[in-house]
Nanobody
Framework: VQLQASGGGLVQPGGSLRVSCRAS????????MGWYRQAPGKQRELVAR???????SYADSVKGRFTISRDNAENSVDLQMNSLKPEDTAVYYC???????????????WGQGTQVTVSS
């Protein structure tokens, strides 16, 4: 299973960015997909997560500004980030909890990370 992330970049405070991620490989099912981020000198933290039934959860710091969405048919997840702040600067990692055709249990897979920089 591979997770390929795209998007990110440099944006001014108050601006918007969208990051996307698609899972590929021998996928039987995906229970949850989400985005984590890690800023320099800090631990990786959960930003947003969406489950197969479309239930979502967000970190308090991004509620009302970020929106996570998912396309189950495409095994993809997007994160729309609005009203970005300098403190949102981090490497953003895509995550998916995947059961493959060869396994009876699911495990987490990670994308390669994409840089989001919010700066004037």
């Amino acid at each position: 299973v591979q997770l390929q992330a795209s998007g990110g970049g440099l944006v001014q405070p108050g601006g918007s960015l969208r990051v996307s991620c698609r899972a590929s490989g021998s996928i039987f099912s995906i229970s949850s997909m989400g985005w984590y981020r890690q800023a320099p000198g800090k631990q990786r933290e959960l930003v947003a997560r969406i489950f197969s039934d479309s239930i979502t959860s967000y970190a308090d710091s991004v509620k009302g500004r970020f929106t996570i969405s998912r396309d189950n048919a495409e095994n993809s997840v997007d994160l729309q980030m609005n009203s970005l702040k300098p403190e949102d600067t981090a490497v953003y990692y895509c995550n998916a909890n995947v059961r493959t055709h060869r396994s009876i249990t699911a495990r987490d897979y990670w994308g390669q990370g994409t840089q989001v920089t919010v700066s004037s």
